[in-house]
């Protein structure tokens, strides 16, 4: 039996709606928003300095308190004090992207091992104001984080003490919200199997017009080994992952991503026509412009059509994801895929249907069942992870679509094999996960040309026999191995 390193839990957004309340109190919820509003943005404005840098949001009240008093909107205190600190906790997420953000600039601008003292001083100043004093990390900071703005004005934060929370029947329960008078509670009926409790965001949505209570739901608690078993995956267009142990999950992706972008980009050009037709008529036949504008031009009927091959697709990525851990605790080698394709030319529908791509759902989506499944889930630098062959870690092979043929002639899986080789670069010591391209392929060429000297062939060989491609030619690190470069041929 598998010692257990402890307990994890499954953790979920729950969303239910509000099915009942009076006028009054709907004017009231109205009122507080709109209050709140104001609180949020004017929080955005003042804790999103710089000058607030790692900013603790349990101190962040009292900051916003010295110019901006709940008795001046008419607001109990801890209707505020709980809306600023959700603020801040936001700001801090924000904070802590720009962080992951800089640092892949700094290691791209100090590589190698030599610099490795000096990266490692930059990213600790990172954590405290004192980056401001070096011009170098103040200028990647300033250039990278946008300091927030917030126009949110429909919805309320309450804790546990703002209100309480009481069984009606097996499907409704009522809540007593505090309200903007001291010793009067607001009741509502909420449609939910289970009772409420922790943290609550009453949230107006827009949308469907109607209330909504989002609360977190502890589901269920799952134990987890110390050893987790590792896997390998190549997140994919045509199926979302593909695992080192040959298994695709999420199979039909790509038929769903490219019929939505298809979709979308024959609608629109048909709509840019009728657009172009009711500009035209609009001095001509007034009356029926407008019908135009009305009648075909809104969006409407396309807002739901789209929230709907949304629905479709994030259930497609969810089912993959609950596929690939199952009731595993695993150790998950993933490619970091947050960096956007650059000085890649291809063709408008190519640019449009990976541009349609969810690599951010996927990721969500893979750390979402890795907390729920007391797994871990690691991104490694993803360059080149489709173009080696996972037989022997170096450049000799090409891939074609589907298929990736060796230099021998053996025909492997394609996403199998770059599933492969993510699960070797993760134990790859010589390659982190902010090593530059450039870095990575020096290393493989290096290791391509030990490999090749064993049997007594170079990389011009390789070139020559079809082996290796001749891209690779036209780089300075293959022009120094073939100088004879110290330690570069051994």
Same mark, same amino acid.
């Given at each position: 039996?598998?010692?257990?390193?402890?307990?994890?839990?499954?953790?979920?957004?729950?969303?239910?709606?509000?099915?009942?309340?009076?006028?009054?109190?709907?004017?009231?919820?109205?009122?507080?928003?709109?209050?709140?509003?104001?609180?949020?943005?004017?929080?955005?404005?003042?804790?999103?300095?710089?000058?607030?840098?790692?900013?603790?949001?349990?101190?962040?009240?009292?900051?916003?308190?010295?110019?901006?008093?709940?008795?001046?909107?008419?607001?109990?205190?801890?209707?505020?004090?709980?809306?600023?600190?959700?603020?801040?906790?936001?700001?801090?997420?924000?904070?802590?992207?720009?962080?992951?953000?800089?640092?892949?600039?700094?290691?791209?601008?100090?590589?190698?091992?030599?610099?490795?003292?000096?990266?490692?001083?930059?990213?600790?100043?990172?954590?405290?104001?004192?980056?401001?004093?070096?011009?170098?990390?103040?200028?990647?900071?300033?250039?990278?984080?946008?300091?927030?703005?917030?126009?949110?004005?429909?919805?309320?934060?309450?804790?546990?003490?703002?209100?309480?929370?009481?069984?009606?029947?097996?499907?409704?329960?009522?809540?007593?919200?505090?309200?903007?008078?001291?010793?009067?509670?607001?009741?509502?009926?909420?449609?939910?199997?289970?009772?409420?409790?922790?943290?609550?965001?009453?949230?107006?949505?827009?949308?469907?017009?109607?209330?909504?209570?989002?609360?977190?739901?502890?589901?269920?608690?799952?134990?987890?080994?110390?050893?987790?078993?590792?896997?390998?995956?190549?997140?994919?267009?045509?199926?979302?992952?593909?695992?080192?142990?040959?298994?695709?999950?999420?199979?039909?992706?790509?038929?769903?991503?490219?019929?939505?972008?298809?979709?979308?980009?024959?609608?629109?050009?048909?709509?840019?026509?009728?657009?172009?037709?009711?500009?035209?008529?609009?001095?001509?036949?007034?009356?029926?412009?407008?019908?135009?504008?009305?009648?075909?031009? $809104?969006?409407?009927?396309?807002?739901? /059509?789209?929230? *709907?091959?949304? %629905? #479709?697709? &994030?259930?497609?990525?969810? =089912?993959? $994801?609950?596929?690939?851990?199952?009731? /595993?605790?695993? *150790?998950?080698? %993933? #490619?970091? &895929?947050?960096?956007?394709? =650059?000085?890649?030319?291809?063709?408008?529908?190519?640019?449009?249907?990976?541009?349609?791509?969810?690599?951010?759902?996927?990721?969500?989506?893979?750390?979402?069942?890795?907390?729920?499944?007391?797994?871990?889930?690691?991104?490694?630098?993803?360059?080149?992870?489709?173009?080696?062959?996972?037989?022997?870690?170096?450049?000799?092979?090409?891939?074609?679509?589907?298929?990736?043929?060796?230099?021998?002639?053996?025909?492997?899986?394609?996403?199998?094999?770059?599933?492969?080789?993510?699960?070797?670069?993760?134990?790859?010591?010589?390659?982190?996960?902010?090593?530059?391209?450039?870095?990575?392929?020096?290393?493989?060429?290096?290791?391509?040309?030990?490999?090749?000297?064993?049997?007594?062939?170079?990389?011009?060989?390789?070139?020559?026999?079809?082996?290796?491609?001749?891209?690779?030619?036209?780089?300075?690190?293959?022009?120094?191995?073939?100088?004879?470069?110290?330690?570069?041929?051994?």
């Amino acid at each position: 039996m598998p010692k257990n390193a402890g307990v994890t839990k499954q953790i979920s957004t729950q969303v239910v709606p509000i099915i009942g309340m009076t006028k009054s109190v709907q004017a009231e919820l109205f009122s507080t928003m709109k209050k709140l509003g104001i609180v949020r943005s004017e929080s955005y404005n003042k804790l999103g300095s710089i000058s607030h840098w790692g900013i603790d949001w349990k101190k962040s009240y009292p900051e916003v308190r010295d110019f901006r008093t709940p008795e001046s909107l008419g607001l109990p205190s801890k209707l505020m004090e709980w809306t600023v600190n959700d603020v801040a906790k936001a700001i801090s997420a924000s904070q802590a992207a720009c962080t992951e953000a800089v640092v892949k600039k700094v290691y791209k601008r100090f590589p190698g091992k030599e610099n490795q003292k000096n990266r490692k001083e930059l990213c600790l100043q990172l954590k405290t104001l004192a980056f401001i004093e070096d011009p170098l990390l103040h200028r990647l900071v300033r250039k990278e984080y946008q300091r927030g703005h917030s126009w949110v004005d429909n919805q309320i934060v309450y804790q546990q003490g703002g209100y309480k929370c009481k069984r009606v029947s097996r499907n409704v329960a009522q809540l007593e919200l505090a309200g903007l008078r001291r010793g009067k509670r607001n009741k509502i009926l909420v449609r939910s199997n289970r009772k409420i409790k922790g943290q609550i965001r009453l949230i107006y949505n827009k949308l469907n017009q109607r209330f909504e209570i989002h609360f977190l739901v502890n589901y269920r608690e799952v134990k987890t080994p110390v050893a987790r078993t590792p896997v390998g995956v190549d997140k994919g267009y045509t199926e979302a992952y593909y695992d080192s142990e040959g298994t695709a999950h999420g199979k039909g992706l790509g038929s769903l991503l490219s019929e939505k972008s298809n979709r979308i980009c024959s609608k629109n050009r048909n709509r840019g026509k009728l657009w172009a037709l009711s500009r035209k008529l609009e001095k001509i036949d007034p009356a029926k412009s407008a019908i135009m504008l009305e009648s075909n031009l $809104s969006r409407k009927t396309e807002n739901r /059509r789209y929230r *709907k091959d949304q %629905a #479709e697709i &994030l259930s497609v990525i969810g =089912k993959a $994801s609950k596929s690939l851990f199952g009731e /595993r605790s695993l *150790k998950v080698f %993933a #490619e970091d &895929l947050t960096q956007p394709i =650059k000085n890649k030319r291809q063709s408008k529908a190519m640019s449009r249907q990976l541009n349609s791509w969810t690599k951010g759902v996927m990721r969500d989506s893979l750390q979402k069942w890795a907390d729920w499944t007391g797994s871990v889930v690691t991104e490694v630098q993803p360059s080149y992870t489709s173009q080696i062959d996972s037989r022997n870690g170096t450049l000799l092979g090409k891939r074609t679509g589907d298929y990736f043929t060796g230099f021998d002639g053996v025909v492997l899986q394609a996403d199998h094999n770059a599933a492969k080789n993510i699960l070797a670069r993760g134990t790859d010591f010589e390659i982190s996960r902010y090593s530059s391209r450039t870095e990575v392929q020096t290393l493989l060429l290096r290791r391509t040309a030990r490999f090749l000297k064993g049997m007594g062939l170079s990389l011009v060989d390789a070139v020559e026999l079809g082996w290796l491609d001749s891209k690779h030619t036209k780089t300075q690190a293959f022009k120094k191995l073939l100088a004879g470069m110290p330690g570069m041929s051994k």
